[in-house]
């Protein structure tokens, strides 16, 4: 569970032992605007193989780790994960734009579900996963698009007080805005990463979500569990040190952009 009502959040600790899990304390003075550019990463996909996801549960740096449920090694990934200090998330399969022929996968939430339906499956996903903290969506084009679907996911992810980032699959989502309606801690991402998984590719997404960062303050980018993306967030880490950017907690991200709302 994550905080909002929080007044301080302990960058420096989360930054400098990223091993550790993050945390967010519950104080009474007002919040305090961050002095920094930040950024935070998410990696979804997570569940399929060990080989995959290694690299980025044994970082060094605070990935949050989106893991898919009913898949082989779901459970074992964000166990081990957990144990390594990593924030973990449920990556919800939602129904895309072309389904059936486009499959999101077991514990899906498919815009034929009924409301009973829809808490059922969801209910499901979050048991199997027991560790998470937050949701965010995998694929959805067509259920982030849905107030009907998307109000009845949210209201459970108010009632177990997680956190939701908005994958933004497409323009026409209206997650974050009833995520916000409802009070739940929430962002939406900024920059996928890695949809051409060249090393060149990812380096210049990478460079973008800096720029972003610089920008605007803060941004989210959202990559996959595959090798090169995990030698490209290494780079973007000694880049973003360079120019000054910190890499935090998502957790510590949420908290900050979600202050005063």
């Known amino acids: 569970m994550i905080v909002i009502t929080a007044g301080l959040i302990l960058f420096n600790q989360i930054v400098d032992e990223p091993r550790k899990p993050p945390v967010v304390d519950k104080v009474t003075i007002p919040f305090q605007p961050l002095k920094m550019k930040v950024v935070a990463i998410i990696i979804d996909d997570v569940g399929h193989s060990h080989q995959a996801a290694r ?5 060094d740096h605070p990935v949050a780790i989106s893991v898919l449920p009913g898949r082989p090694f ?10 390594h200090g990593k924030t973990i998330l449920l990556h919800l399969p939602m ?38 903290v937050g949701i965010n969506n995998h694929m959805g084009s067509g259920a ?30 209206i997650a ?9 801690p929430s962002a939406r991402r900024d920059v996928f990463l890695d949809n051409v998984s060249t090393p060149s590719a990812i380096d210049a997404k990478a ?13 989210i980018g959202i990559g996959h569990a595959n090798i090169e ?4 967030l290494e ?27």
């Not at 779901?74 to 144990?83: F, G, K, M, N, P």
């Not at 974050?176 to 739940?184: D, H, N, S, V």
């Open 176 to 184: 974050l805005e009833l995520a916000r309606e409802r009070g739940i």
């Open 235 to 261: 780079r973007m880490a000694r880049k973003a040190g360079e120019r000054n950017i910190q890499w935090i907690s998502l957790e510590s991200l949420i908290a900050y952009v979600n202050a005063g709302n």
């Open 74 to 83: 779901s459970r074992d990934l964000a166990s081990e994960a957990a144990e």
């Open 144 to 173: 982030t698009a849905d107030p009907r679907v998307m109000e009845t996911v949210l209201d459970l992810i108010s009632e177990r007080e997680l956190f939701f980032i908005d994958s933004r699959t497409t323009p026409e989502t």
């Open 207 to 219: 460079e973008e979500l800096l720029d972003l960062a610089e920008k605007k303050g803060w941004a």
């Open 95 to 132: 129904e895309p734009i072309g389904y059936p022929g486009i499959d999101p996968g077991p514990g899906a939430i498919l815009l034929s579900h009924s409301r009973e339906e829809i808490i059922e499956v969801l209910e499901k996903d979050l048991a199997s996963i027991p560790m998470i």
């Open 55 to 59: 690299p980025f549960i044994e970082m």
């Open 229 to 232: 993306t995990a030698r490209a």
